[in-house]
């Protein structure tokens, strides 16, 4: 097997016009998604180099790489990529599109319907993407290569989520899941005491405690300063622990505090009407709050604590350490 690298940047480069052919009809389908042509592009020559770099015992040639890239499923791939770009409109296609298919697939592979509905709670997680490496968002959506189509993509992503929910029980969640984005290290966070043994420790724990008392007042004001339909959703989610689909269905509901918010929001938009909600949805309101909280704390430890960035990594630490309690939930109460 050849490595992922073996195709020659000279040969990529001659198939740029037909890259460009790809994204400019992909574009005239789906104007509306914001996916950047050197975005797409570069999603094409991944696929290419990850299968038909390895699928070959030789170099290919322009002829073979052309034909390659003229098989891939290129709206589906354009669509992944908005989707793994956030895009609002992408993900209101993605619903529109698979949403009843994901539904029936699970349903079908699951043992229960409470089992379909976590495993779909699970896999709209994993296709928005809660982990962050090197200050982005990871989706799951940037590992699918356009070379089969979405919906069998879908079906394998759906089997995983499966096969990992009998794997461990719901209650066996590890501090690094909870912790890899500090949207929900902060949200968890409470500041559990650590037993002190020697000399080391003692001196990790005074340096510690100098930045605990900030550490909480700056949470505790990013949290009191979001808006009450951001409190709301927070104490859904994280105090209630209700699941995606069920913040969905009670934003749904006419008499839902949240309801009036969304369609305010919704009137901005060409589309996504008020009348459902999906898990895509909630997720993407949740990352902005997470986002929102973050940038308070910062605020308020640089303006009101004056503390210097490195001071302000120190404090983010400390707020993602220890998951425990909820007097950290106090300030989320609405009015």
């Known amino acids: 097997m050849l490595p992922e690298s073996s195709i020659n940047t000279d040969l990529i480069s001659k198939c740029e016009p037909l890259m460009d052919e790809i994204f400019a009809r992909c574009h005239a389908n789906s104007p509306n998604f914001g996916v950047r042509s050197d975005c797409f592009k570069d999603s094409l020559r991944k696929t290419a180099q990850k299968y038909l770099a390895s699928a070959l015992p030789d170099q290919p040639n322009l002829e073979e790489l052309q034909n390659f890239l003229s098989q891939v499923l290129a709206d589906d791939l354009f669509l992944?990529?908005?989707?793994?770009?956030?895009?609002?409109?992408?993900?209101?296609?993605?619903?529109?599109?698979?949403?009843?298919?994901?539904?029936?697939?699970?349903?079908?592979?699951?043992?229960?319907?409470?089992?379909?509905?976590?495993?779909?709670?699970?896999?709209?997680?994993?296709?928005?993407?809660?982990?962050?490496?090197?200050?982005?968002?990871?989706?799951?959506?940037?590992?699918?290569?356009?070379?089969?189509?979405?919906?069998?993509?879908?079906?394998?992503?759906?089997?995983?989520?499966?096969?990992?929910?009998?794997?461990?029980?719901?209650?066996?969640?590890?501090l690094d899941e909870m912790t890899e984005t500090v949207g929900e290290g902060s949200a968890h966070a409470a500041f559990a005491e650590s037993p002190r043994g020697g000399e080391s420790e003692m001196l990790e724990h005074i340096s510690k405690e100098r930045y605990r008392k900030a550490t909480l007042y700056g949470l505790e004001k990013a949290f009191a300063n979001l808006d009450d339909h951001e409190k709301l959703l927070l104490l859904y989610y994280h105090v209630d622990n209700l699941k995606l689909r069920e913040i969905a269905r009670l934003v749904e509901n006419e008499s839902s505090p949240l309801r009036d918010w969304l369609q305010r929001k919704s009137a901005t938009r060409e589309k996504e009407p008020a009348s459902r909600v999906h898990e895509s949805t909630i997720m993407r309101w949740l990352e902005k709050c997470y986002a929102k909280v973050l940038q308070n704390f910062r605020s308020e430890l640089q303006t009101g604590h004056k503390l210097k960035s490195e001071e302000i990594d120190i404090c983010l630490s400390l707020a993602t350490e220890d998951l425990a309690g909820a007097s950290l939930y106090r300030n989320l109460m609405t009015t």
Do not use: M, P
Request: one cysteine or more.
């Open 80 to 174: 992944a990529v908005g989707c793994a770009n956030g895009s609002e409109l992408a993900w209101w296609e993605f619903d529109q599109q698979h949403r009843s298919y994901l539904e029936r697939v699970a349903r079908h592979l699951a043992k229960t319907e409470i089992d379909a509905q976590d495993v779909i709670d699970t896999v709209y997680v994993e296709l928005y993407g809660t982990r962050v490496v090197d200050g982005e968002r990871v989706s799951k959506f940037a590992t699918y290569s356009g070379r089969g189509s979405l919906r069998g993509w879908l079906r394998t992503v759906i089997w995983h989520s499966l096969v990992d929910l009998h794997r461990t029980s719901h209650d066996e969640v590890s």
